[in-house]
């Protein structure tokens, strides 16, 4: 079915056919996330890794993102967008091979980290390109792109899980070299447009100014400190690299940026770990109720992906009715209410939560990619990706880590606590030593040890660590809220001056407040 784009002339067939080849490839960056997120309890098992160490690998299936959409955001428009698409494909490719051939935590790590700078760099790609190619209908058509997102965590879900749990977890990666494939045979022959920046005149350097000191210092903090923390850098080390790129930023921009984009910059790490935290989680954490109804845990994702899917196609419709800032806050409180839900509910009222949950989080994502890029089109594809960029370091630093150092934390205090009750020694037997990550001190389970223990020991093991990890939904309920928030003041901000109103350059008639 051919969608049309609202109040302007239908898209020509090659712009679609481009449109097309970016939206296969939002599908293969949905195919690395949700079959690495079906197979982390095989992971664990078979390496031995505790929850926080699967957080973290986790977590590095997230953050190199922002890596890679900066840099190519920086040189996107010098390189052209072709040729970090082959990079793309290469990344993808080859983390899937290093996967597969794994023999423990470090080559998943590194493999997961390859396919993340893969899928930054086709968002650095995609979005300039669905952006500039629809400059008047943002919301819907990035929407529609990222309903690719959401459709490649469905298909790739599906496959995955009906494989089934006693398939070998390599199998279920492989997947991801399928769209891999077809995105690189689509891609190689479509032009591609000029980016609308570069289109209307702007310059590199006022590009730069939109993003000024105040949005260097956020994103570059959280990608100095997250590499920080992988290489072992001293906290003072990270200070002073993180202040001389951001001084570096200032004295060439002299522009501290737009304090709008700075303030949505902010927003955006609640609302990625509301999203993508939680969804890096999903499935492990709703294992236990899922399989009281005979079903694996990642169908929970399956589910909500599905619903994000579907609805992704009316979101301009939507927004053109209450707004992006109205969508974007009524999907925060839906969002908070289906997750304090999910934290308690069993059996088939996890669906109902879940259902709830799947529609807040279902416009998140693109419609603040669209805001962003409505009122900052002097930016380009610098304001737009770093904006999805923070969003992807913020999931994984903060999102997926907190999550498994939350379960870490509650299974250990709540054995220890079981021990002190019942005089055993259940904690000094199946918890290991203190380990540190970025949230603090931890102890976590050992698998190897667990797997030996009586049934007795066992039981009491599986229960704790069951209840752990549906309480851990309950702490992320915070951040939606944080978003409910700052979208209300937001609301009232615009609404004290005349009304939300895009921004279009080189607009051929005023563009209409929502």
Same mark, same amino acid.
């Given at each position: 079915?051919? +969608?049309?784009?609202?109040?302007?002339?239908?898209?020509?067939?090659?712009?679609?056919?481009?449109?097309?080849?970016?939206?296969?490839?939002?599908?293969?960056?949905?195919f =690395?996330? @949700?079959?690495?997120?079906?197979? !982390?309890?095989?992971?664990?098992?078979?390496?031995?890794? #505790?929850?926080?160490?699967?957080?973290?690998?986790?977590?590095?299936?997230?953050?190199p993102?922002?890596?890679?959409?900066?840099?190519?955001?920086?040189?996107?428009?010098? @390189?052209?967008?072709?040729?970090?698409?082959?990079?793309?494909?290469?990344?993808?490719?080859?983390?899937?091979?290093?996967?597969?051939f794994?023999?423990?935590?470090?080559?998943?790590?590194?493999?997961?980290f %390859?396919?993340?700078? *893969?899928?930054g760099?086709?968002?650095? $790609?995609?979005?300039p390109?669905?952006? #500039?190619?629809?400059?008047r209908?943002?919301?819907?058509?990035?929407?529609?792109?990222?309903?690719?997102?959401?459709?490649?965590?469905?298909l790739?879900g599906v496959?995955?899980?009906l494989? *089934?749990?006693e398939?070998k977890?390599?199998?279920k990666?492989?997947?991801?070299?399928?769209?891999?494939?077809?995105?690189?045979?689509?891609?190689?022959?479509?032009?591609?447009?000029?980016?609308?920046?570069?289109?209307?005149?702007?310059?590199?350097?006022?590009?730069?100014?939109e993003?000024?000191?105040g949005?260097?210092?956020?994103?570059?903090?959280?990608?100095?400190?997250?590499?920080?923390?992988?290489?072992?850098?001293?906290?003072?080390?990270?200070?002073?690299?993180?202040?001389? %790129?951001t001084?570096?930023?200032?004295?060439?921009t002299?522009?501290f *940026?737009?304090? !709008?984009f700075?303030?949505?910059?902010?927003?955006?790490?609640p609302?990625?770990?509301?999203?993508?935290? #939680?969804?890096?989680?999903?499935?492990?954490?709703?294992s236990?109720?899922?399989?009281?109804?005979?079903?694996?845990?990642?169908?929970?994702l399956?589910?909500?992906?599905?619903?994000?899917?579907?609805l992704?196609?009316?979101?301009?419709d939507?927004?053109?009715?209450?707004?992006?800032? =109205?969508?974007?806050?009524?999907?925060?409180?839906?969002?908070?209410?289906?997750?304090?839900?999910?934290?308690?509910s069993s059996? $088939?009222?996890?669906?109902?939560?879940?259902?709830?949950?799947?529609?807040g989080?279902?416009?998140?994502?693109?419609?603040?990619?669209?805001?962003?890029?409505e009122?900052?089109?002097?930016?380009?594809?610098?304001?737009?990706? %770093?904006?999805?960029?923070?969003?992807?370091?913020?999931?994984g630093?903060?999102? &997926?880590?907190?999550? =498994?150092?939350?379960?870490?934390?509650? $299974?250990?205090?709540?054995?220890?606590?079981?021990?002190?009750?019942?005089n055993?020694?259940?904690?000094?037997?199946?918890v290991t030593?203190?380990?540190?990550?970025?949230?603090g001190?931890? =102890?976590g389970?050992?698998?190897n040890k !667990?797997?030996?223990?009586?049934?007795?020991?066992?039981?009491?093991v599986?229960t +704790?660590?069951?209840?752990?990890?549906?309480?851990?939904?309950?702490? %992320?309920?915070?951040?939606?809220?944080?978003?409910?928030?700052?979208?209300?003041?937001?609301?009232?901000?615009?609404?004290?001056? *005349?009304?939300?109103?895009?921004?279009?350059?080189e607009?051929?008639?005023? &563009?209409?407040?929502y």
């Amino acid at each position: 079915m051919q +969608i049309q784009e609202t109040a302007v002339a239908a898209p020509s067939g090659k712009d679609m056919k481009l449109f097309y080849a970016c939206f296969v490839a939002l599908v293969t960056t949905a195919f =690395g996330f @949700i079959t690495r997120a079906v197979v !982390l309890p095989q992971w664990g098992v078979e390496f031995n890794l #505790t929850q926080t160490q699967l957080g973290e690998i986790a977590g590095v299936g997230l953050w190199p993102f922002a890596i890679s959409i900066v840099l190519f955001s920086l040189i996107i428009d010098k @390189i052209g967008y072709k040729t970090a698409m082959i990079f793309a494909f290469v990344c993808h490719l080859s983390a899937a091979i290093i996967t597969i051939f794994a023999d423990g935590y470090w080559m998943l790590y590194i493999g997961t980290f %390859i396919v993340a700078i *893969g899928n930054g760099t086709v968002e650095a $790609v995609t979005n300039p390109v669905v952006a #500039t190619m629809f400059p008047r209908a943002k919301v819907k058509w990035l929407s529609i792109l990222h309903a690719g997102w959401a459709g490649g965590l469905v298909l790739g879900g599906v496959m995955a899980l009906l494989l *089934g749990e006693e398939t070998k977890w390599e199998y279920k990666i492989a997947l991801i070299i399928l769209p891999t494939l077809i995105y690189a045979i689509m891609m190689i022959p479509r032009k591609f447009p000029v980016n609308e920046r570069v289109k209307a005149g702007v310059s590199y350097k006022e590009m730069l100014q939109e993003v000024g000191a105040g949005g260097a210092l956020i994103i570059v903090g959280l990608i100095v400190f997250q590499l920080g923390a992988v290489f072992g850098w001293p906290l003072a080390a990270n200070i002073v690299l993180t202040l001389l %790129i951001t001084g570096f930023f200032w004295m060439y921009t002299k522009s501290f *940026g737009q304090p !709008l984009f700075v303030l949505l910059l902010l927003i955006m790490i609640p609302l990625a770990t509301t999203e993508l935290g #939680t969804d890096s989680w999903i499935s492990d954490l709703m294992s236990p109720e899922m399989g009281k109804l005979g079903l694996q845990g990642g169908w929970v994702l399956v589910y909500t992906s599905a619903i994000m899917f579907v609805l992704r196609f009316f979101a301009g419709d939507i927004a053109h009715k209450i707004s992006p800032l =109205g969508l974007l806050a009524t999907c925060s409180a839906i969002a908070a209410i289906g997750l304090y839900m999910m934290s308690f509910s069993s059996g $088939v009222m996890i669906l109902l939560a879940a259902t709830i949950y799947g529609l807040g989080k279902t416009f998140f994502w693109p419609t603040m990619l669209a805001l962003v890029s409505e009122r900052f089109p002097k930016g380009g594809a610098l304001t737009l990706n %770093i904006t999805g960029g923070l969003g992807m370091i913020a999931a994984g630093v903060i999102g &997926a880590g907190i999550l =498994g150092f939350i379960q870490d934390k509650s $299974v250990d205090s709540k054995i220890a606590d079981y021990d002190s009750q019942n005089n055993t020694a259940i904690h000094s037997t199946y918890v290991t030593e203190k380990k540190t990550s970025l949230f603090g001190d931890y =102890g976590g389970l050992d698998q190897n040890k !667990l797997a030996t223990a009586s049934d007795a020991d066992k039981e009491t093991v599986v229960t +704790i660590r069951e209840t752990a990890k549906k309480e851990a939904l309950r702490y %992320i309920v915070i951040f939606p809220l944080i978003m409910l928030v700052s979208y209300l003041a937001l609301m009232a901000y615009f609404k004290s001056r *005349g009304g939300y109103k895009p921004i279009v350059l080189e607009e051929e008639a005023p &563009a209409t407040p929502y």
